[in-house]
């Protein structure tokens, strides 16, 4: 064992989490190593046709902090990095193929990578077998409970959660069943790397503090339709609008289609707002930095809370509602950043909030908050929260706080609020659910 190299394989899909990798390093957050490689993942959903963040000049300014850059669409072509993994019969193959192709040797290989849970960062994991692994989180998913139940061999195996402090005083709930501490990157080091990015070169509009709105594509996760979602940004226009804005700047996402900006230029045009569409590529925190926006206004992007927490930017949130219901199933690992939003932000619909900038809950109130919900997500992987949520639910369930919880969900998992109070006897009446059970039997045989 002396004398072997350590390779650290640092994986990143966005040009974001490679930020957040570059902060990681330049605060010491990485052990020594003898190289440091980055793993380039493009998980587009055609991604030979979008090209992968390191080809962005933007790139240029982190490319020096790895002695190396690789491809993961490369290695395992022609299979796309989000629906493939190893069988387990061939992960030893893949080991040593691609320790071939990398240069590895013997090498003491360490990993980081972002969203465990799923491909490629997990197909990743199972390649290199017995190795550690960091987890780092560049959006608020990390607060919530893990996704799905994790292999004991991929999650014992994971050291810390690295993330940004986006919500101060709030801890990651994700990998907690594995014992897992989060670990924070220093907010100066990634507002430092931010700078860099900034100074890309990048052309952007000589816009100053204009109202900023973050368009999301929710469309492509069949959460909205393409109409509600476009109805969505026409909202955030006019609430932008009605608080006085007269300068609008749209980011779109990169997916989304052009006839959404043409609808919110027709719009603009009838209010009278002098409306700019961003059609470059570009970080939302590169504009914060640009622009210096009066008002940021989204849904729940994580960009929400960077303009918030780490450029001191005032922010409001929209639709929020409408998500908290149509979110399906219900531990859908969206549900989190939703809430924390809803349960963080001001309204844009009410004026008098988003001009105090009046905040929600707490970080005290929200942890109770968050642990009652990734309870109601997640039951099997944390029944250690049940009391938390027992406890959250009996105190703390109102008018307000019904939108964050299913009464089905909840009268599945026995918890208050699940039943109406007159009935609430039920789930532990051991006759009443043996009676249920051999009606949902006769039901389903007399379906046959």
Known sequence: MTGRRTTQILCASTLYGAATLAAALDSDRFAPADRRLLLVCNNGTAPELSPAFDASPAFEHLRDRFDGVLSWNEAIAPFHPSGWSPRPDDQILWERYLRMLWDLGEDRVELAVESIQVNPALAICQVFGGTPVDVYADGLMSYGPTRFKIDPLVGTRVRRVLHLDLVPGLKPLLLTEFGVEPEIVPTDAFLKVLDELGDSGAALPAVEEPALLLGQYLSALDILTGDEEEDLHV?????????????????????APARWSRALEQEAERLGAELTVL????????VYQRM?????VGCFSTALLTASALYGLPVART???????????????????????DALLPDLADHAAVREQRRGLDAGGLTELLRAVGYAMQSKIYPELRPAAERYLTRDLDDVTWRYFKRRRLASLGLPGGLPAQLAFIPRNATVRRVARRARSLRRTGGR
């Not at 059609?279 to 590169?286: K, M, N, R, S, Y």
């Open 292 to 296: 210096r926006p009066a008002l940021v």
């Open 319 to 341: 639709g929020t509602g409408l998500l908290l219901e149509r979110l399906t199933p219900y531990e859908n690992s969206n549900r989190v950043p939703v809430t924390v939003v």
């Open 279 to 286: 059609d470059t590529p570009v970080l939302a925190e590169v």
């Open 235 to 255: 909202r955030m226009l006019r609430g932008a609008v009605r608080l006085g804005h007269t300068r609008v700047v749209f980011k779109p996402h990169p997916s």
